[in-house]
T-cell receptor
Framework: SAVISQKPSRDICQRGTSLTIQCQVD?????MFWYRQQPGQSLTLIAT?????????ESGFVIDKFPISRPNLTFSTLTVSNMSPEDSSIYLC??????????FGQGTRLTVV | GENVEQHPSTLSVQEGDSAVIKCTYS??????FPWYKQELGKGPQLIID?????GEKKDQRIAVTLNKTAKHFSLHITETQPEDSAVYFC???????????FGKGTTLSVSS
């Protein structure tokens, strides 16, 4: 298994501002994934982050809105930029040590007011 | 792309009963099918998974079955307990190490 730590666990932000979410994995992983979970909904993939290359974004998500960094094999950040109330969600990072099971962090609960 | 459908959206059972959640997928290239349990305020936790070369897998009270021809897989929980109450998600991917596509989730309530 893997331990994935996310910070912050929750935040309340003003519209128009940006928030950077950090994700730390306790082992080296090739790929990390960022998901969004809107209230009472399923998980939607935002992007896949490989170390040493640009993140790959899913349809409906763009780099200007959700820039991602992946500086090494254990760490990644997701920034939610120019926030609006529609960005209020739980943001989850995920990783697959050993390229088998996917593990998730506890999530970052974001509220935009 | 892959699409995963999950049913039912809510399921209420009495303690000790069995619970079954079903998922179908659209992409015949998918070959990895995990199930996650998510409790309130927490991230999803992997509870069991199955790969396409296996038809059934069991772990104590939890079992998963896969029918590749029909492109559906199911989660079976026997002897349910109140602590089984949570949201359960099925997912699919084309290969281990790639991103998962999730179903919409099933809220399971087990009453004592």
């Amino acid at each position: 298994s893997a331990v994935i730590s996310q910070k912050p666990s929750r935040d309340i932000c003003q519209r128009g501002t940006s928030l950077t979410i950090q994700c730390q994995v306790d082992s080296q992983v090739t790929m990390m994934f960022w998901y969004r979970q809107q209230p009472g909904q399923s998980l939607t993939l935002i992007a896949t982050a490989n170390q040493g290359s640009e993140a790959t974004y899913e349809s409906g998500f763009v780099i200007d809105k959700f820039p991602i960094s992946r500086p090494n094999l254990t760490f990644s950040t997701l920034t939610v930029s120019n926030m609006s109330p529609e960005d209020s969600s739980i943001y989850l990072c995920s990783a697959m040590p050993g390229r088998t099971e996917a593990f998730f962090g506890q999530g970052t609960r974001l509220t935009v007011v | 792309g892959e699409n995963v459908e999950q049913h039912p959206s809510t399921l209420s059972v009495q303690e000790g009963d069995s619970a079954v959640i079903k998922c179908t997928y659209s992409d015949s290239a998918s070959n990895y099918f995990p199930w996650y349990k998510q409790e309130l305020g927490k991230g999803p936790q992997l509870i069991i998974d199955i790969r396409s070369n296996v038809g059934e897998k069991k772990d104590q009270r939890i079992a998963v079955t896969l029918n590749k021809t029909a492109k559906h897989f199911s989660l079976h929980i026997t002897e349910t307990q109140p602590e089984d109450s949570a949201v359960y998600f099925c997912a699919a991917s084309k290969e281990a190490g790639t991103a998962l596509i999730f179903g919409k989730g099933t809220t399971l309530s087990v009453s004592s």
